[in-house]
């Protein structure tokens, strides 16, 4: 079986896409919206953002251990509710979208807002889309740094992807000096109300917010208390910008320094829908043990072993 899965992912990186002849074929298959997909209570959303890291061989060797994983868990297969994405560089796009076993999703980590044309250096919403790939993180705070995104830019991908029924994970988050000057909601809700400028709050539901404070990115994680108090926040402005149902529904991810061991204290936080993870999401083993640290895993476990006796 292994092998069979293994043949296939050689095949699919190497021979050429089928070149799509008509707009009708073109047209990826619907995808359906996370507001469809995950109904609000008792969802969790685990993305693991790769970065500029993994190589073939690398890509090749997570999916044999965590398609594994995935694959054989139970508890998982009854939940539902639950979201399960990795987010290659680029170029690691196709590989993942071979290999992952089904119920994962390709992530993108970064996209144009432009269909196609003149943009050296860029991939268009529009390329992954015919891929299958509906989900794109923007404007993570590398991203902007590197690219110096402002925040019209970070709106026009978001808006290019609400447009065409693909998911945003919009990430924002505030530096150390503006969380210490006391400006952290002032910046959460500049970033918010530019960002999603001209999204309209069924569009927001399909937006997936990850709250990702810049201090605690690749460093260590913000206590359980900021979090909360932050994510609330998060809520509340939306809540002003759109309104209080959208405010409620709409899942915010926390993303810093999670990790195998913390995952289960962060979890405990109600607000949090799930997480966008870094460096542990490196580590299939890893990932999956921040997966099944969820509370609705643990009570759907819980379940499944009763039933079972
Ligand atoms: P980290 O990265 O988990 O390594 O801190 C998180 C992120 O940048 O999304």
Redesign the pocket.
């Known amino acids: 079986m292994e092998d069979q899965k293994e043949i296939k992912v050689e095949q699919t990186i190497t021979e050429t896409p089928e070149t799509p002849k008509t707009s009708k074929q073109k047209k990826p298959t619907k995808k359906q919206l996370v507001s469809e997909l995950l109904a609000k209570s008792n969802s969790k959303v685990f993305i693991a953002?790769w970065k500029m890291n993994n190589k073939f061989a690398d890509i090749k060797a997570y999916f044999k251990k965590f398609n594994k994983l995935i694959g054989s868990d139970k508890t998982l297969k009854t939940m539902g509710n639950v979201l399960i994405g990795v987010a290659p560089t680029a170029i690691g796009l196709l590989p993942v979208v071979g290999m992952a076993r089904k119920g994962i999703l390709t992530v993108a980590q970064n996209v144009y807002h432009k269909e196609n044309g003149s943009y050296t250096g860029c991939i268009s919403y529009d390329q992954v889309h015919e891929y299958n790939i509906n989900y794109a993180i923007v404007g993570?705070y590398?991203t902007r740094t590197i690219f110096n995104l402002k925040e019209a830019d970070v709106n026009e991908v978001v808006k290019s992807l609400v447009n065409n029924q693909m998911t945003p994970i919009l990430c924002i988050g505030e530096t150390a000096e503006e969380k210490d000057n006391g400006l952290t909601q002032k910046v959460l809700s500049k970033q918010l109300l530019n960002d999603l400028k001209d999204v309209s709050a069924n569009q927001a539901l399909n937006v997936i917010i990850a709250y990702?404070p810049i201090w605690?990115?690749?460093k260590s994680p913000a206590t359980n208390d900021e979090i909360d108090k932050n994510i609330k926040m998060i809520r509340e402005i939306i809540g002003s910008i759109y309104d209080s149902e959208t405010a409620k529904n709409i899942h915010i991810l926390y993303?810093?320094?999670?990790d195998e061991n913390n995952a289960a204290e962060i979890l405990t936080v109600r607000s949090v829908d799930g997480f966008?993870?870094?460096?542990?999401g490196l580590d299939p083993l890893a990932f999956y043990k921040i997966i099944k640290s969820s509370p609705e895993y643990i009570e759907s476990e819980k379940i499944l072993k009763s039933k079972n006796k």
């Open positions: 953002n993570h590398e990702e605690a990115i690749g993303g810093g320094s999670v966008l993870v870094g460096r542990a």
